[in-house]
């Protein structure tokens, strides 16, 4: 896939809005009218309210309510539609899709100039969910999921992703873009074809800005940058390290909070997908599918995950900012899952249950 370029179309939605085929070498896609009887899009969207007791922005997207919930496999909106008729992809097949989300958290980045309110003016401040929620659909495979994709198809999940980092940091009024992945039901997914889904969101997320003031501080104190500094560290420890080519490191954090948990680092500073060279994308996708099959290999059945990529832009508040992957699953045993209780859910106080090391060890030895 090195240097190659994927095929992407752009085709209409019943409601207006558009969805994007990316396609393999090769694949041409052959969409066809959509035909369902939509509703017309209108004004009702989500708010978000400022939190003072945090400083932290909370959406309410009281519209999500009446989102699809876990259909039957021919019900599903994800596989493809030959008709026009029955899903959100209306076409016979596909590689790989991204469409805006019909039951958006946060909607409206289309051009138009955005700020936030100041939210320590006032005891109450809210605003309108300004931002954009996307579907990605990796394959039109109900069945599949992406650690059984082709390292060519992971690839072009990655260079969608890359296209729609790039589409919505450049729009007005994102502060934050943000691709990720549930999967499995104790996750609390509500469809089960390999999907994810990309988020634009108007302010830094609250795990962001504080993982970013940790690394200011860090560079006050030092003088270098912390998630480099830690990476260098996991590798000259090695105990923790699971998977590593040229330019990537997967590894398990020194303080892992969840069951499972692997970061998956650049061997370079980079600030998000569009900063990575071809090869580094190629690298990428690799190991990243490496590390998601050696998931899948812990136990007799899949393990539910959290996949986040945390990217940063080219700013003066964000520059301290290094993009990597972090993987995470609740499942603690074969029968087993890690629920967040009270410590967790209500003071955002980790307890591990299983020493990174032995986790690091495990996985080491579920080499595809």
């Not at 919930?69 to 899903?87: K, V």
């Not at 009024?173 to 943000?178: L, N, S, T, Y």
């Not at 998977?243 to 490191?249: C, E, G, K, Q, V």
């Amino acid at each position: 896939m090195t240097g190659a370029v994927p095929h992407r179309l752009p085709w209409p939605l019943a409601d207006g809005r558009e969805i994007l085929f990316f396609s393999l070498p090769g694949h041409r896609p052959a969409p066809v009218t959509d035909r369902r009887p939509l509703p017309a899009r209108g004004d009702d969207r989500s708010q978000v309210r400022f939190d003072r007791q945090t400083g932290q922005w909370v959406a309410i997207a009281a519209l999500r309510q009446d989102r699809t919930y876990l259909p039957s496999a021919d019900q599903c909106p994800l596989c493809p539609s030959p008709s026009g008729a029955t899903s959100e992809v209306p076409a016979s097949d596909y590689d790989v899709v991204v469409f805006e989300n019909r039951f958006p958290s946060l909607s409206g980045a289309d051009g138009r100039a955005f700020t936030l309110p100041d939210g320590g003016v006032d005891d109450f401040v809210d605003a309108v969910g300004h931002g954009r929620c996307e579907v990605i659909s990796f394959s039109s495979s109900h069945h599949t999921s992406f650690a059984e994709l082709t390292v060519p198809h992971a690839r072009l999940v990655v260079d969608a992703w890359r296209h729609r980092t790039a589409d919505l940091m450049s729009r007005p009024g994102i502060e934050q873009v943000f691709c990720f992945e549930n999967r499995g039901e104790e996750i609390g997914v509500t469809l089960n074809h390999p999907h994810g889904q990309i988020y634009g969101y108007p302010y830094l997320t609250p795990r962001t800005a504080h993982m970013l003031a940790e690394a200011r501080a860090h560079r006050v104190r030092h003088g270098t940058n912390l998630f480099a500094d830690i990476l260098a560290r996991e590798i000259a420890a090695g105990v923790r390290v699971v998977a590593r080519n040229d330019l990537f490191t997967a590894f398990v954090p020194f303080a892992a909070r969840w069951p499972v948990e692997v970061h998956l680092y650049p061997n370079r500073k980079v600030g998000n997908l569009c900063e990575l060279s071809d090869a580094e994308l190629d690298a990428f996708a690799a190991i990243y599918r490496d590390v998601l099959t050696r998931f899948d290999r812990m136990y007799s059945a899949p393990l539910p995950y959290i996949s986040a990529l945390h990217q940063y832009r080219d700013t003066e508040s964000q520059r301290e900012g290094y993009f990597h992957v972090e993987l995470m699953s609740l499942r603690r045993s074969a029968t087993k899952l890690k629920y967040l209780a009270g410590s967790e859910s209500a003071m955002d106080a980790f307890i591990g249950d299983v020493l990174p090391e032995t986790v690091a060890r495990r996985l080491r030895e579920l080499a595809p």
